[in-house]
């Protein structure tokens, strides 16, 4: 059974930072790529980042370019999210989501549990 858990949420401060992680198993997370995403109240969920399945190659969208990093340590099987720059507009949920490939074209296959951060003074 596949599972993530997502954890490192919390209350920032605008202009803070803050760490996600992503634990993950149930698969072989050497041989697939994972995502990020979030959704914030009223919102549909937005795709933040993807990173292919050894952690080579990474894209992010334009609203976290520059502010995110997504990382993935396949000995640990985590996928991590380190945010800085937080601004109240990230406030959401924040998941991380196992893709369908390797490469990190595909669609989503599973969507863990989410974490909740909160931008705020």
């Known amino acids: 059974e596949v599972q993530l858990q997502a954890s490192g949420g919390g209350l920032v401060q605008p202009g803070g930072s803050l760490t996600l992680a992503c634990a993950a198993s149930?698969?072989?997370?050497?041989?697939?790529?994972m995502a990020w995403v979030r959704q914030a109240p009223g919102k549909e969920v937005e795709w933040l980042s993807t990173?292919?399945?050894?952690?080579?190659?990474?894209r992010y969208a334009d609203s976290v370019k520059g502010r995110f990093t997504i990382s993935k340590d396949n000995a640990r099987d985590t996928v991590t999210l380190q945010m800085s720059n937080l601004k109240p507009e990230d406030t959401a949920v924040y998941y991380c989501?196992?893709?369908?490939?390797?490469?990190?074209?595909?669609?989503?296959?599973?969507r863990g549990k989410g974490t909740q951060v909160t931008v705020s003074s």
């Open positions: 989501e196992k893709l369908r490939d390797a490469v990190g074209y595909s669609t989503m296959d599973y």
């Open positions: 149930g698969f072989t997370f050497s041989t697939y790529a």
């Open positions: 990173i292919n399945s050894g952690g080579s190659r990474v």
